[in-house]
């Protein structure tokens, strides 16, 4: 993983991360002319016409394969977000900007593209506001990165193209295995009435499960094991309470209550679409089953174990005890060590955190981590655009330099290290990997037995080489090494696969109709009701009422769409 490729780590390296994120790669500025586009939706006679439009871009000099001319460029658009990072640790550094960098460079030689951007946002609000003008006119990017939302509103407006035909054609096989690697779900998510709209974003889902992070040094001072259940963290909590001293926090929680590892302990998955005993989904957020955890939490509220004033706190001011040494116990992501533990380990050189599998409510109970489709955008590609096979010879490109065997084409165009990191950020398209994480693992702790990076590639070589520096003494980079090494949160994750008690969100199509108008107001209809039970302000038992009032509110009709598109999938 890249030393700054987590997404939404916190608030410091969200922004880093995001600016790379949902609205990155997004364009339009050439390849226009809507008569040489194949029609959309027609399937393998796409594949045909991609070959056949490719002869059809210039009006002089020799042919090329690419559909150009000898020298002239395809010209493919996109967009980006920017942030203050990328100004920092690339563009001050190097002499580069968005339209003329080594990444564009390389696509104009190896692909023969000119990288084209219609506009730069400032932020994230901006971009969205640019790429809803250009939906609204239709005149989008040649290439945009969107949500699931946004793909089916281009879908049903005509706006862009089946993606499989070319992908099919000129995906290299590297690029195959990878998408293959992801599972069939990143794909259906993308596909509708039978045509794939977009090409996925691919993530890792089981890094989407929780852990349970906790101070070992805490636990080695008041002599106990890391806890086996609900009330053993609790008596943990307790014990580190009397270490922290005045002001301390059992356990941090968000300003929602929202604490998945602590609920799948408890079987329950709010947020998640699970198979109830009669065969369809149930929104388990908004079942009775809730009561138990929720009432849990309550007493932990009452005695003091949580902070009196979560719900008025941000993310921030909620991760303060964490850092201050207030907090020894918080469900999490497997990237919490680098932020904000990092944090923590740099200002307490005696602060060892440990990611721990979660919980079980009662000792003994079966623990079945929650996990859901971890792809959360999509490429599309305008109806517009000249040559939809482009983008994917620059993926077969990006790949190639980011997870090739080759250590200095990485360091030249993904990870220089030093002070100047993500130079891949300025690449228009980029791609995660589904397990590159859990293999780069396994590399690390091996090459910690032996010493040798022989079969390592570039980023898996930097990963190790970060581990071992913080062993030999950087607590600098004790996030990267309790993230890779052996006990680390990687390790977590694997013990999670290899025992495959996982439920899944089942759901993971756009969102109906209903969801699209009323979701907002139903969703905080839950989330209020959740946040007044633990904090004492109304009974666990009134969740009934609430879950009724739900259903009545549109709930009832948002089940029975999610179960129209689960027996129709």
Known sequence: MRKQ????????????????????????????????????????????????????????????????????????????????????????????????????????????VQ???KWVATDGDQGKQKLNGAIASGDIPDVCQVDKTTMKQMADAGLIVDIAPYFEQYASDRLKKLIEDAGPQCIEAATFDGVQYGFPFVDCDIETADMLWIRQDWLDKANLEAPKSIDELEAVMKAFGDIAGDGAVGMRIGNTANIPGFFHGYGVYPGYWTVAEDGKLQYDKATADMKEPLAKLAQWYQEGLLDKEFYVKDDAASIEPLVAGKCGVVYAWHAYGLYPLQDSASADPEADWRPFSIIPSAEGALVE?????????????????????????????????SFGDDTAEYA????????????????????????????????????????????MNGE?????????????????????????NEGGSQTVLIGYQEAGNLVYDEFY?????????????????LDEAIVKIVSGQMSVDEYDSVIESWKAAGGEQIIQEVNDWYQTR
Request: proline share 3%; hydrophobic share 35%; aromatic share 8%.
């Open 115 to 117: 990288v084209v951007y």
């Open 5 to 112: 490729s987590f997404k939404a780590c916190g608030a410091a390296l969200a922004g880093i991360v995001m600016a790379a994120g949902l609205l990155t790669g997004c364009g339009n500025g050439g390849g226009t002319n809507e008569t040489s586009q194949p029609a959309q939706g027609s399937g393998t006679s796409q594949a045909d016409a991609a070959g056949d439009s490719a002869q059809e871009s210039g009006a002089e000099g020799t042919d090329t394969e690419d559909g150009g001319q000898e020298g002239e460029l395809i010209p493919i658009s996109f967009a980006r977000t920017t942030d203050a990072s990328i100004e920092s640790n690339i563009f001050a550094q190097i002499d580069a900007s968005w339209e003329d960098n080594l990444w564009n460079d390389l696509y104009a030689d190896e692909v023969g």
């Open 460 to 484: 898996e070589t930097n990963m190790y080489n970060y581990c071992k520096a913080n062993l030999d003494g950087d607590r600098s980079l004790w996030g990267w090494n309790i993230e890779f």
């Open 412 to 455: 030249k165009y993904i990870n220089p290290g030093g002070d100047m990191e993500g130079l891949w950020r300025l690449s228009p398209v980029s791609l995660n990997t589904p397990n590159k994480n859990q293999i780069t693992t396994g590399k690390v702790i091996a090459a910690m037995t032996d010493g040798s990076t022989e079969g």
């Open 369 to 401: 981590p929650g996990i859901r489709m971890a792809t959360s955008s999509w490429y599309v590609v305008s109806a517009k655009c000249e040559h939809p096979e482009k983008f994917i010879e620059m993926l077969n490109l990006y790949c190639e330099k």
């Open 509 to 525: 199509g756009a969102p109906t109709d209903t969801m699209t108008s009323k979701s907002g107001t139903l969703e905080a209809m």
